[in-house]
């Protein structure tokens, strides 16, 4: 049982505390990692598995320089676990939503859909915690950039490698002065 604690923790390390803290010492903006994280979670328990990884790109893509996309790659990936157990109330609120048909979560039901009988109510379904995600988002989002923003100031306080009163990008290449080549 201790091995296992060991392989957890050095899992953990390796996979989630190391990132985050490389991320931290590259001096980002708390704002933006707060930003980030929120939608990394946000797209992570997208009600469709095999699929958070695209829309995270695509997200990436799309927001540019808004996001971080270590930090939306790194969320989306701690997300992994929380997605399987949203999947349900995500059907049931889109469920509400539509006034549909109530989707038996029992075995008997996963054995239509291995053989083919429940093909229009597994697409309804799926529908229907499309329609969940799709009307949670703007609200998990929200509240998890406000629960995260002042992790990160802390956390951008106690690890960022930049100081504050480093110079500007901009301002060093005036300061820049180069030397001549001795051939």
Not at 27 to 53: D, H, M, N, R, Y
Request: net charge positive; proline share 7%.
């Amino acid at each position: 049982m201790a091995i296992s604690k060991v392989r957890l923790k050095a899992w953990f390390d390796k996979k989630i505390t190391e990132p985050l803290v490389q991320i931290l010492r590259r001096g980002a903006e708390p704002k933006q990692l707060s930003f980030s994280a929120a939608l990394g979670v946000t797209i992570g328990v997208f009600p469709i598995c095999g699929v958070t990884v695209l829309l995270c790109g695509v997200a990436i893509a799309l927001l540019g320089s808004l996001c971080h996309a270590p930090t939306v790659m790194l969320f989306n990936f701690i997300a992994t676990p929380i997605e399987l157990s949203l999947m349900v109330p995500f059907l049931r609120l889109g469920e509400k939503l539509t006034g549909g048909p109530h989707f038996p979560l029992t075995s008997d039901a996963l054995k239509k859909v291995f053989t083919g009988q429940a093909s229009r109510e597994v697409f309804l379904s799926i529908g229907n915690a499309l329609l969940g995600w799709l009307i949670a988002t703007p609200f998990v989002i929200v509240g998890l950039y406000i629960l995260f923003l002042p992790c990160f100031k802390i956390l951008v306080r106690n690890f960022s490698s930049v100081s504050p009163t480093a110079k500007s990008p901009t301002s060093m290449h005036s300061d820049f002065k180069s030397k001549e080549r001795v051939a």
